[in-house]
């Protein structure tokens, strides 16, 4: 059974920082596409980054220069470093993942496994 359990949320003020993990248990992400999601009250879910098995790194033009998308092969484990914090990043983050280690799919319709979510708050 996969699972991909999320952590490290909270609340924070603007301009604070905040990093998620996402642990997952019965694959290997090292043969997976790792990314992150986030959807705000209302509003659809947006990609926010993702990364490879070859580390290769993308961000939405809105987190760009602030957040950080890492993994962890030894740990099992992907990381969301939040920077430079905004109210507009105010959202419920979600991880999820792709089997193949070279591609990470553009439509969030074909990730295989989801995490629960975990709640981001950014007060101004």
């Known amino acids: 059974q996969v699972q991909l359990v999320e952590s490290g949320g909270g609340s924070v003020q603007t301009g604070g920082s905040l990093r998620l993990s996402c642990a997952a248990s019965?694959?290997?992400?090292?043969?997976?596409?790792m990314a992150w999601f986030r959807q705000g009250s209302g509003d659809e879910r947006e990609d926010v980054a993702r990364?490879?098995?070859?580390?290769?790194?993308k961000y939405a033009d809105s987190v760009d220069g602030r957040f950080t998308v890492s993994r962890d092969n030894a740990k099992n484990t992907a990381y969301l470093l939040m920077n430079s914090l905004k109210p507009e990043d105010t959202a419920m983050y979600y991880c999820a993942t792709y089997s193949a280690s070279w591609y990470c799919p553009f439509s969030e319709k074909e990730f295989d496994y989801w995490g629960q979510g975990i709640q981001v708050t950014v007060s101004s």
């Open positions: 990364i490879n098995g070859y580390d290769a790194a």
């Open positions: 019965g694959i290997n992400i090292t043969r997976h596409c």
